[in-house]
């Protein structure tokens, strides 16, 4: 048989996966961290969601590493990855589109003010709000990856002026692209609702800071399912509180999960969920592991592999 995969995930159990494989691959030594991995010399490839700093060092037969995220900051992060091992993401067109349905959501909600019908519905008002159509309702996406790119592609159909801002220059059909540091104040100038999807890099941590903030128009909308570390908290709550911010859609935090203390819990303009935004479904992103397998024991060349540089 050959060499055994390792699951490293506290937050998933993996039983999905190991069918998944085990119907497209045969049977399997599959291993999970969860009941102990046995002989890591026998591991060949591990699928890992925020593996322990120098685990993954630890197995000395390595040749490939998936992520469990599209988001790959959780093994960088780890000063011992082993660099001369393979580092593959997944691409999960489930969870790509529930991240655009995320910012779609929380974009209309703000846009067609459900907030105030709400209190209005409280007090048994019948009161129709003042209306913006979405044509002067620009919407700003950061970050032109896979999901960068189908969130934007989704804003622009339901007719709200998109852009999109990337570190290398991208076209989308239909969505104003900006790139570059330079470009930033003119994007984040008109962006109305400002979605954020950036991967988190060295160039990305804290970019979303009081600079940025004040940057965009006053009463802009935040939707965050980056990552938490991109924002300076300190500077999100201060543009809240001084009413340049009308709100934030936040499914990504510093700490996770959330302090109880954190003063986003209790903020009337701040909206919490749990790092739900996309789920990585196995149903979804299996075949493209399935595929980088097959190629990894053939010796072809691998998919969606990650530069350790670029940080994506
Ligand atoms: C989730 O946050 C991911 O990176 O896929």
């Not at 290398?168 to 239909?174: F, L, Q």
């Amino acid at each position: 048989m050959a060499g055994a995969i390792a699951y490293i995930s506290r937050d998933t159990d993996g039983v999905a996966w190991e069918k998944l494989l085990t119907e497209a691959l045969g049977p399997l030594d599959f291993r999970r961290l969860r009941d102990g991995l046995g002989n890591t010399d026998d591991i060949e490839i591990a699928l890992a969601w925020k593996p322990q700093p120098g685990l993954l060092a630890s197995f000395k037969n390595l040749k490939m590493i998936v992520s469990l995220g599209m988001g790959v900051d959780h093994l960088l992060a780890d000063d011992k990855l082993p660099h001369h091992v393979a580092i593959t993401r997944i691409m999960d067109d489930g969870l790509v589109g529930q991240m655009a349905e995320f910012a779609v959501y929380w974009a209309l909600w703000h846009h067609r003010d459900i907030a105030k019908y709400a209190a209005s519905q409280k007090a048994k008002k019948w009161k129709p709000e003042e209306f913006v159509d979405s044509i002067h309702r620009p919407v700003g996406v950061m970050g032109l990856g896979t999901i960068g790119t189908d969130t934007a592609k989704k804003f622009a159909m339901l007719g709200f002026p998109t852009m999109g801002w990337s570190r290398t220059a991208k076209t989308v059909p239909g969505v104003e692209t900006f790139h570059g540091r330079d470009a930033l104040p003119a994007f984040l100038g008109k962006s109305t609702i400002l979605v954020n999807v950036l991967p988190l890099t060295r160039e990305t941590r804290g970019l979303l800071d009081k600079k940025t903030f004040a940057a965009l128009p006053k009463g802009a909308f935040l939707i965050n399912m980056g990552r938490g570390a991109h924002v300076v908290d300190d500077d999100l709550l201060a543009a809240l509180d001084s009413g340049h911010l009308a709100g934030a859609a936040l499914d990504v935090f510093n700490t996770e999960p959330l302090p109880a203390d954190h003063p986003y819990w209790a903020h009337p303009k701040v909206h919490i969920t749990p790092h739900m935004a996309g789920y990585t479904n196995p149903r979804t992103a299996s075949p493209g592991v399935i595929e980088n397998i097959k190629r990894l024991r053939t010796g072809q060349p691998l998919l969606h592999t990650v530069d350790p540089k670029t940080g994506y």
